[in-house]
């Protein structure tokens, strides 16, 4: 398999100029591309329609180029807010395993898929952990992984609106209903690595025993979907790719030592870094490094915006490239307070 990593800046959510630049010159077959992952100048929030006005637009021109059926297929995660200096992008990645020649070498490889749709009484619950776990061991099988090699996975998950939340069974609360369906897509994602047993989660578990979690999931929640998409990323040792990935956890907000860790497994090289994805959440005790935080307490601001800002830039201080990927809303994703970073970095060598 080989793998190509391209990031893309945007001057909005429709901005599709740099991707058209891209396959006009013939450096991107728009054939290949099997996922995009995208950060939307959106508040994040239930509300929060840049994602979907993003989502629909990629799919129409793709759609204009590939067709429906292709066009259908492709993993589209798009994560609403862009606080303090995170800029909107788009990262589109391709997958080739026809025609392959040369030789191999440890290197990124991807898979992914889709869940089925979900019953609004079934998000957030032990049956859409379920669900998500035995989507993520099929797209593992599919990258040719197999869970040690698993550095990130990434899932996109829905929510509950108001208009249908009499159905609910976890909560009426659209905002937290997007809480239960990343903690729960999370829950899937550690269940499928081996990192949990399924045996070892109840319902009652979800959105409360923060002490269970994966260390390589990052969901995003949003209304412009019913399923769970998902996309997994690892190395593997026969991969014709020119990309590496690597990972840590940051145990809080400001865990730039986790930044570095990251870097360190990805290749070791700020230069060669071509993106960073990370999550980000205001540590639900109420305090970070020992000292009481607010960002709980405020009315005006949701938590998870204000805590995107500050990974943000910590991540980008260390990077020094405020175009990355950082999530807000953490649950069972990293300890309490923390979350997953993984980084993808160019090869320093061809292949040999």
């Known amino acids: 398999m080989k793998v190509d990593v391209f990031k893309i800046a945007q001057s909005g959510p429709d901005d599709l100029s740099g991707l058209a630049n891209l396959i006009a010159h013939q450096r991107l077959d728009p054939k290949t591309i099997v996922a995009v992952l ?43 807010g862009t606080e303090g200096v995170l800029s909107p992008h788009l990262t589109v990645f391709t997958r080739q395993t026809e025609g392959l020649v040369g030789p191999t070498q440890p290197g990124l490889v991807l898979g992914v898929g ?24 099929g797209a593992i099988a599919a990258a040719g992984l197999t869970s040690a090699e698993v550095h ?49 989660i109840t319902n009652a578990d979800i959105c409360h025993n923060y002490g ?20 997994v990323l690892g190395n593997a040792p026969n991969s014709h790719s020119h990309y590496q990935i690597g990972h840590s956890v940051m145990a809080h907000a400001l865990d730039v030592a986790a930044v570095n860790r990251a870097i360190a497994s990805a290749g070791g090289s700020s230069a060669l870094i071509v993106n960073v994805f990370a999550k980000a959440e205001a540590d639900p005790s109420g305090q970070i490094l020992g000292r009481r935080h607010t960002m709980l307490d405020d009315s ?42 993984a980084v993808i970095s160019k090869r320093t060598s061809p292949a040999p």
């Open 212 to 231: 269970l979690y994966s260390t390589i999931a990052s969901a995003s929640a949003g209304v412009e979907l019913q399923n769970c998409e998902i996309l």
């Open 152 to 200: 990130f996975v990434q899932i996109k998950c829905p929510l509950i609106t108001a208009v249908r939340h009499a159905e609910a069974a976890v909560t009426q609360d659209s905002y937290k209903s997007m809480a239960y369906s990343r903690g729960a897509s999370a829950l899937g994602v550690a269940v499928a690595l081996g990192e949990l047993q399924l045996e070892q």
């Open 114 to 137: 889709h869940t089925r749709d979900f019953a609004i009484d079934e998000i957030g619950t032990l049956t859409m952990v379920q669900v998500v776990a035995e989507g993520v061991k």
């Open 38 to 80: 995208g950060k939307t100048e959106g508040n994040g929030c239930v509300n929060d329609f840049t994602r979907g006005f993003a989502v629909a637009t990629l799919k129409g021109y793709l759609q204009s180029l590939i067709g429906d059926a292709l066009a259908s297929q492709i993993v589209f995660v798009m994560s609403g």
């Open 300 to 341: 005006d601001i949701n938590h998870t915006r204000m805590a995107r800002a500050v990974v943000g830039a910590a991540i980008a201080s260390v990077v020094q490239d405020p175009m990355i990927y950082v999530s807000g809303g953490s649950e069972h994703q990293g300890p309490p307070g923390g979350g997953p970073i």
